[in-house]
T-cell receptor, first 109, second 110 residues
Framework: TQLLEQSPQFLSIQEGENLTVYCNSS?????LQWYRQEPGEGPVLLVT?????EVKKLKRLTFQFGDARKDSSLHITAAQPGDTGLYLC?????????FGTGTSLTVIP | SQTIHQWPATLVQPVGSPLSLECTVE??????LYWYRQAAGRGLQLLFY??????ISSEVPQNLSASRPQDRQFILSSKKLLLSDSGFYLC?????????FGQGTRLTVV
């Protein structure tokens, strides 16, 4: 059972463009995290959101937690080639983290 | 600071051979530990998690097992590997703000 669905699955854009990645679920989470993963490495935590409606900014990345704590979005402004990677959302339920299906982003110079 | 070590980084094993992947955490005590498997370019599937020594919970029926012989050690094992066990395996520990991962092990069963 996949608790978290991400869209789009693949995204290829030109440098300088904006993009939004979505993470949706029918479940409520106590917190939600976003990770970025490079090929052959483990995911690296970018941000954690806890409160419904919360918005966090990390340089050109903006993360939002849905009001009902069931979904989240990641918006990247003026994407750069260094943003290329696999983006994963994860929701916390008790002691467990359930990961989304992943969004593979390629930013073309 | 807390760190997590996972080894080996890559492994090629024949079908039917045993498996042992080790994960250790430093700088924290009584961590919640996890084993995940990841298909190429996709999300992570939770295999096992442990909240303490000797306490293992399994998410999916499979050919693998896990053990936690020490507080900061988590081991993923198999008695006989299958071709379908190939994949990228990740160990993680839970911090209040999220999960921190090891470098991963690329397992190829041939």
């Amino acid at each position: 059972t996949q608790l978290l669905e991400q869209s789009p699955q693949f995204l290829s854009i030109q440098e300088g463009e904006n993009l939004t990645v979505y993470c949706n679920s029918s479940s409520v989470f106590s917190s939600l995290q976003w990770y970025r993963q490079e090929p052959g490495e483990g995911p690296v935590l970018l941000v954690t959101v806890v409160t419904g409606g919360e918005v966090k900014k990390l340089k050109r990345l903006t993360f939002q937690f849905g009001d009902a704590r069931k979904d989240s979005s990641l918006h990247i402004t003026a994407a750069q080639p260094g943003d290329t990677g696999l983006y994963l959302c994860a929701g916390a339920v008790g002691n467990q983290f359930y990961f989304g299906t992943g969004t593979s982003l390629t930013v073309i110079p | 600071s807390q760190t997590i070590h996972q080894w080996p980084a890559t492994l090629v094993q024949p079908v039917g051979s045993p498996l042992s992947l080790e994960c250790t955490v430093e700088g924290t005590s009584n961590p919640n530990l996890y084993w995940y498997r990841q298909a190429a370019g996709r999300g992570l599937q939770l295999l096992f998690y442990s909240v303490g020594i000797g306490q293992i919970s399994s998410e999916v029926p499979q050919n693998l097992s896990a053990s936690r012989p020490q507080d900061r050690q988590f081991i993923l094992s198999s008695k006989k590997l299958l071709l379908s066990d190939s994949g990228f395996y990740l160990c993680a520990w839970e911090a209040p703000q999220g999960a921190f991962f090891g470098q991963g092990t690329r397992l190829t069963v041939v």
